[in-house]
């Protein structure tokens, strides 16, 4: 069974940074896509960047340019290079897998493993 865990969340001020990791057990890289998302209090969880196996990413236009998303195999864990954060970027943040997905994918509905999240603030 596929387990997630994130770490790497806390608070830092705008324009500051935050590596986020989550470290999959159980989990087979072929063949499916790995991604980050964030839900803030009142609104919906929204994608944020998806990676498939062959490392090709892909990025909320919200995102662009300022996170970047990668993984180590060897390690079976999963980053989220976050920069440039802004006060609008707080949210809890989650790892999720999909066995689904053929290129990387902002679809919520492909993902089928998620972690227990890990919040991040950005004060102003």
């Known amino acids: 069974q596929v387990q997630l865990v994130e770490s790497g969340g806390g608070s830092v001020q705008s324009g500051g940074s935050l590596r986020l990791s989550c470290l999959a057990s159980g989990y087979t890289y072929s063949r499916s896509c790995m991604g980050w998302f964030r839900q803030a209090p009142g609104k919906e969880r929204e994608g944020v960047a998806g990676?498939?196996?062959?490392?090709?990413?892909r990025y909320a236009d919200f995102v662009k340019g300022r996170f970047a998303i990668s993984q180590d195999k060897a390690k079976n864990t999963l980053y989220l290079q976050m920069n440039s954060l802004k006060p609008e970027d707080t949210a809890m943040y989650y790892c999720a897998a999909s066995a689904l997905c053929v290129n990387p994918s902002l679809l919520i509905r492909l993902y089928n493993t998620w972690g227990q999240g890990t919040q991040v603030t950005v004060s102003s």
């Open positions: 990676i498939d196996s062959d490392g090709r990413g």
